[in-house]
């Protein structure tokens, strides 16, 4: 089954604790996103990566980092210096490498919630 | 840069009923357009795009939507509704020949009641 897997579903962070988010995917794009999600905010991109070694800040990148080290993996790591981290993650994938119009594969999201 | 608007956050409807949700972009490129679907605690499913020739564009679920380049719109169309559609929908657009970054509108909340 191809698709996009993401982990944990749900995940609990106390205030100044980093914590990583997973994401892989098997349908072998190129092209790999994360974004976050607010009630009544729609999604808003973090960080992109075209192709494998190389990723791109979104519109909100602060307080967050990744790596691409893998073409099928893309974590994204939420760290201290995020000052409002409980949200709703998202990650996708596209087939990139200049596709047209590329549509994008969601995984199922994970909530992450600071106490 | 792009902009999405969707001009309503919620729209209730009763099922059968027909709907529209409505979604306007600003860019000053040509653009790919999308509708994409969300269910709760989900991840976001494509419905249908947009990328060139034939202004009207079906996807799935028996949802169309038509490009209207002068008024810079993507409205979302469905003749008649189940209850299985409620959902959140989310408008979004792309540039031609840019990055193929999506830049999503905040979505519309479609809640069909029997």
């Known amino acids: 089954d191809g698709g996009i897997t993401q982990s944990p579903k749900y995940l609990f962070r106390k205030e100044g604790q980093n914590v990583t988010l997973s994401c892989e995917q098997n349908l072998n794009h190129d092209a790999m996103y994360w974004y976050r999600q607010d009630p009544g905010q729609g999604l808003r991109l973090i960080y992109y990566s075209q192709i494998v070694n190389d990723f791109q800040k979104g519109d909100i990148a602060e307080g967050y980092s990744v790596s691409r080290e893998k073409k099928e993996s893309f974590p994204l790591t939420v760290t201290s210096a995020q000052k409002n981290p409980t949200a709703f993650y998202l990650c996708a994938s596209s087939m990139g490498a200049g596709a047209r119009g590329d549509t994008q594969y969601f995984g199922p999201g994970t909530r992450l919630t600071v106490l | 840069a792009q902009s999405v608007t969707q001009l309503d956050s919620q729209v209730p409807v009763f099922e059968e009923a027909p709907v529209e949700l409505r979604c306007n972009y600003s860019?000053?490129?040509?653009?790919?357009l999308f509708w994409y679907v969300q269910y709760p605690n989900q991840g976001l499913q494509l419905l249908l795009k947009y990328l060139s020739g034939s202004t009207l564009v079906k996807g799935i679920n028996g949802f169309e939507a038509e490009f209207n380049k002068s008024q810079t719109s993507f409205h979302l169309r469905k003749p008649s509704v189940h209850i299985s559609d409620t959902a959140e929908y989310f408008c979004a657009v792309s540039e031609k020949g840019g990055s193929e970054k999506l830049v999503f509108g905040k979505g519309t909340k479609l809640t069909v009641n029997p």
């Open positions: 860019s000053s490129v040509s653009v790919y």
